[in-house]
């Protein structure tokens, strides 16, 4: 049998405390240096789910108006509260079809004409509240990024990457 030397059996140990606090500390400088691009990217997801979902249920809203035809109640999509951004639901009188909760912080929808408070589509699938482009402008938080969804009086709604006309 051979005995090892003791200074042999100390180097296998593992690590020491100083090491381990020298990576701790590396991955702290590491993760700071991430973190403000992990939140830009955290609201770009946000706004492209909005989106997302805003155009599912427009599509859903018109679909449901061309196929239920000649109803007592228009489908109607509105928007939780007096905000776009606290959520919306597509309701077809009391009867409600689809509902979202809240799009998430740093994500602001925002929808023009500014008088509408809600979007109506009658039977044929057209909104029937304005005549005019109804769009909806989202934005993240610091307004570097921007999408924007219109809704032409014929109902059909259309999702572009680049900021709403005015």
Known sequence: ?????PLARQASRGVTLIELMITVAVLAVLMSIAAPSFREIMESQRMRAAAFDLMADLTLA????????NIPAP????????????????????????????VGSGVAPKLTPT???????DRNGRVSN??????????????TRK????????????????????
Request: hydrophobic share 35%.
């Open 1 to 5: 049998m051979h005995a090892q030397p």
């Open 62 to 69: 018109r679909n449901e108006a061309l196929k239920r035809g």
């Open 75 to 102: 489908v109607t999509l509105s928007p939780a509260s007096a905000d776009w951004a606290e959520g919306w639901s597509v309701t077809v009188g009391t009867e409600v079809l689809s509902q979202r909760n809240k």
């Open 115 to 121: 008088n509408l408070a809600k979007l109506t589509f």
């Open 130 to 143: 304005t005549t005019d482009v109804a769009r909806f402008s989202l934005s993240n938080s610091s307004g």
């Open 147 to 166: 999408r924007c969804i219109s809704l032409d009086p014929s109902g059909r709604p259309k999702s572009s990457t680049a900021a709403c006309p005015t």
